[in-house]
């Protein structure tokens, strides 16, 4: 769950107290949005996650009930993770997140095993419970991707995903400088086939095998009416990813699949309320706008 509190601007000055507009509770984080957006485009989806017994689970589940996400959740005895997004006046975002999962918290082999033998691909968010299913999706050929959000290549929770991943996907902004040369580690030592680093207005650089040591920049798309709110914007841009690639399209057409689903997102109110669909999509991508006609 995320909630959203709407500032001037961040990072925000110290005060005892502040007013603001409403305060919005939305279905949010990674899993769900990586989801949501995969189902709008077409795609046959299915989501596994923990959600509490609480008022925030029931809302998550009342959120994927409304899409064609096929959802199988298990009861966290710890509650639903959720999240405080501070979002100012230009849509930029800072995030307070309780991910409140223990450390031995595990999904059952029997729950997620069937899901994986009938996948033609899985996006692993970096949930700690979710490095657990590597094995067996090793044994069982099934590519994977994963965001590593704002990883600055040295924290040492995200590290597996990165190296286990067919495709990586991370924010510029944690690695800083410093981005180029974590996005060849995770080539050099893992298995990715390609890392593509989001930078939001900035655009996106890709690296991959065969292109060369640098990675390369590709603008962004232009959004089709002002930025509002970014939330959910990365899980946008890895869904009109993952949409060209399962249809075998290269890796460079696919980051600008992305681009505009990212901007698409942005553009409304709240986290994973601008899904766009296929048509808009493929006509955005000719453009480098993200068209209207999304749901």
């Given at each position: 769950m995320?909630?959203?509190?709407?500032?001037?601007?961040?990072p925000v000055p110290y005060a005892d107290s502040y007013g603001v507009p409403p305060i919005r509770e939305w279905a949010g984080h990674t899993g769900t949005g990586v989801a949501l957006g995969c189902a709008a485009l077409g795609l046959a989806t299915g989501f596994l996650d923990f959600v509490g017994d609480?008022?925030?689970g029931a809302l998550v589940r009342e959120r994927l009930a409304g899409s064609t996400v096929r959802f199988h959740p298990l009861v966290s005895p710890y509650g639903t993770r959720r999240a405080v997004n501070l979002v100012d006046a230009a849509g930029r975002r800072s995030s307070f997140y309780d991910g409140r999962d223990p450390l031995d918290?595990?999904?059952?082999?029997?729950?997620?095993?069937?899901?994986?033998?009938?996948?033609r691909h899985v996006h692993l968010s970096i949930m700690h419970f979710a490095r657990f299913l590597y094995d067996d999706l090793a044994a069982l050929g099934v590519p994977v991707?994963?965001?590593?959000?704002?990883?600055?290549?040295?924290?040492?929770?995200?590290r597996e995903f990165a190296l286990r991943s067919d495709l990586v996907f991370l924010s510029a902004a944690g690695?800083?400088?410093?981005?180029?040369g974590v996005m060849?580690?995770?080539?050099?030592?893992g298995r990715a086939e390609a890392v593509v680093a989001t930078a939001g207005a900035g655009g996106a650089y890709l690296l991959t095998r065969d292109g060369g040591s640098s990675p390369?920049?590709?603008?962004?798309?232009?959004?089709?009416?002002?930025?509002?709110?970014?939330?959910g914007a990365g899980d946008a841009f890895a869904s009109g990813f993952l949409y060209g690639r399962l249809a075998g399209r290269d890796l460079e057409e696919c980051v600008r699949l992305g681009a505009v689903a990212g901007a698409y997102a942005c553009t409304a109110e709240g986290?994973?309320?601008?899904?766009?669909?296929a048509p808009a999509l493929e006509r955005g991508q000719e453009e480098g706008v993200a068209v209207t006609g999304a749901r």
């Open positions: 995320d909630t959203v509190v709407r500032v001037d601007a961040l609480d008022p925030q918290l595990r999904m059952p082999p029997e729950h997620y095993l069937p899901h994986l033998r009938r996948a991707s994963t965001d590593l959000h704002d990883w600055d290549g040295l924290t040492d929770h995200h690695a800083g400088e410093r981005l180029a060849r580690e995770i080539l050099g030592e390369r920049h590709i603008p962004a798309a232009v959004p089709p009416g002002p930025v509002v709110d970014s939330n986290t994973h309320t601008a899904l766009i669909d």
